[in-house]
């Protein structure tokens, strides 16, 4: 068992946030913040059996911005 899965979170093209764990096969949308972070522990406590699963769940969110010089 891992202590800890790792999840990067970015802004959707279509609006709203997408969420891709490290390492495993797991991926999850929302329209706001709260709703992803809900949509992440569902989708982490459907992903692993309870002697499995991470007893820590990082997001490490990804904001990209353009300036101009």
Do not use: Q, W
Not at 56 to 61: A, D, G, K, S
């Amino acid at each position: 068992m891992k202590n800890e899965i790792i999840f990067v979170v970015e802004d959707s093209l279509d609006g709203g946030y997408e969420a891709k764990a490290l390492d495993y096969s797991i991926f999850t949308e929302a329209e706001t913040m709260e709703e992803l972070k809900r949509n992440i522990v569902e989708a982490v406590n459907c992903h692993f059996d309870e002697e499995e699963k991470p007893l820590i769940i990082r997001l490490h969110y990804i904001k990209e911005e353009l300036l101009s010089a």
